[in-house]
């Protein structure tokens, strides 16, 4: 069965600063990776999603996240954070009929 | 036009009660799902219907039923309500294989 871990729970960046947001997955097969985001009182929105190809993935809001295999990491970045980016962020991925997510991490903006 | 969407948004009801959540979309997939996302945020699995058939239940206490009267609907009842159903539930709908699931808004069950 798929896991994922999200070794941070709350990151704090000063706006315009970068970020990288961590997601480890265990999985026995090729994965289908996703991130969401979930802003306070809202639903999940699908930030960016990896199947196949070019390892690297660009998604809405100006985000990212590389896929590296040997370190079974999809982790998520953003050269210049903000402060609407202040949320709640998700790394999922897919296998055997379903998602699984991570425990999210929560993204608080300072200005 | 919201793609997902589930009615109520807020539901706060009484130990012991029945209630049902509706979720409807217009993306035309063939799949949808119920979350529970707790209050640490965690968000889990409970069910999955593909075409009106239930494909995923994750050990849900069979007090949750799921009902999809057709592709574009799946409601959720909960029957006997505990204290510890008091989570937030979203709706998701998504094209088979794909794994790329679109959510709806959430309804937030207060169980008192």
């Known amino acids: 069965a798929q896991s994922v871990t999200q070794p941070d729970i709350h990151i704090t960046v000063s706006e315009g600063a970068s970020l990288e947001l961590r997601c480890n997955y265990s999985y026995g097969a090729t994965p289908y990776l996703f991130w969401y985001v979930q802003s306070p009182g809202q639903g999940l929105q699908l930030l960016l999603k990896?199947?196949?190809?070019?390892?690297l993935v660009q998604g809405i809001k100006g985000f990212e996240a590389e896929f590296k295999r040997s370190q079974s990491s999809f982790n998520l970045r953003k050269p210049s954070v903000h402060w609407s980016d202040a949320a709640e962020y998700f790394c999922?991925?897919?296998?055997?009929?379903?998602?699984?997510f991570g425990q999210g991490t929560r993204l608080t903006i300072n200005p | 036009d919201t793609a997902v969407s589930q009615t109520p948004k807020y539901l706060v009801t009484q130990m012991g009660n029945d209630k049902s959540i509706k979720c409807e979309q217009n993306?035309?997939?063939?799949?949808m799902y119920w979350y529970k996302q707790d209050s640490k945020k965690f968000l889990k699995i409970m069910f999955s219907y593909n075409n009106k058939e239930l494909i995923i239940n994750e050990t849900v206490p069979n007090r949750f039923s799921p009902k999809s009267p057709d592709k574009a609907h799946l409601n959720l009842h909960i029957n006997s309500l505990e204290l510890g159903d008091s989570a937030v539930y979203f709706c998701a709908t998504g094209q088979d294989r794909s794994y790329e699931q679109y959510f709806g808004p959430g309804t937030r069950l207060t169980v008192t």
């Open positions: 990896y199947f196949s190809g070019d390892t």
């Open positions: 999922a991925v897919g296998g055997a009929q379903k998602l699984v």
């Open positions: 993306l035309g997939h063939d799949t």
